[in-house]
């Protein structure tokens, strides 16, 4: 049981570039949670997908961000067109479907994928 | 004001204290989770909890539902425990809200 896989961990653009990053759930695991470190700050919901839906995209900018978790491979957070102000850590966590809906709500987080906008 | 609350913000502390980290919170939540994250490193789940008390080795949580307020502590601290700890409540559905976390230094 491999956890929550991430990749990359570190990627590094210029701005302007398109940033993807991906995330593989645990086996048996349904749902996935983006959220985002800024530099210095705590962690932020961003998106919860579950596969090919969009359940909770409030956190996420209206431009330039978009999520999504296919019937087949990983999640995919990207963001377009990259800023500066996009340098961070963005970890993602899986849940399964049994654990969110008796409220369990037991996460599983990955390593992170650390971006960084020169 | 932000609706997870936690502290102290630093706490350094000798190897083998008990150490005690706080965790207020002002909306209504399903569950509430203590989290660790090493520097440069990932996060760890260290407990959930919806009442009562948890315990794991040297790990304890407890949070009282009516008082809003969960409280993290770790017997006989050692270094390796040096890490950011958090405190994120599962509110408006499955969505997490973090606290700012608290920066623990164990001395030797």
């Known amino acids: 049981n491999a956890g929550v896989m991430q990749n990359p961990r570190h990627l590094v653009r210029r701005r302007g570039q398109e940033a993807r990053l991906r995330c593989s759930p645990m086996k048996g695991h349904s749902h996935v949670y983006w959220y985002r470190q800024l530099p210095e700050e705590g962690l932020k919901f961003m998106v919860y997908l579950q596969k090919e839906n969009i359940i909770d995209e409030s956190g996420m900018p209206k431009e330039r961000f978009s999520a999504e978790f296919p019937k087949e491979g990983p999640s995919i957070l990207r963001i377009q067109q990259v800023v500066r102000g996009d340098s961070a850590a963005y970890f993602c966590?899986?849940?399964?479907?049994?654990?969110?809906?008796?409220?369990?709500?037991?996460?599983?987080f990955g390593a992170g994928s650390r971006l960084t906008v020169l | 004001k932000n609706e997870v609350e936690q502290s102290p913000q630093n706490l350094t502390a000798q190897e083998g204290e008990f150490i005690t980290i706080n965790c207020s919170y002002s909306v209504g939540i399903s569950a509430l989770h203590w989290l660790q994250q090493h520097p440069g490193g990932g996060i760890v789940s260290l407990f959930m909890l919806s009442s009562g008390k948890k315990k794991h080795g040297r790990l304890i949580a407890t949070i009282n539902i009516q008082e809003k307020h969960s409280s993290l502590h770790i017997t006989a601290s050692h270094p390796r425990d040096s890490a950011v700890y958090i405190c994120a409540v599962c509110a408006y559905g499955n969505k997490l809200v973090f606290g700012a976390g608290t920066i623990l230094r164990v001395k030797s």
């Open positions: 966590a899986s849940s399964s479907w049994a654990a969110t809906h008796i409220g369990a709500n037991v996460l599983t």
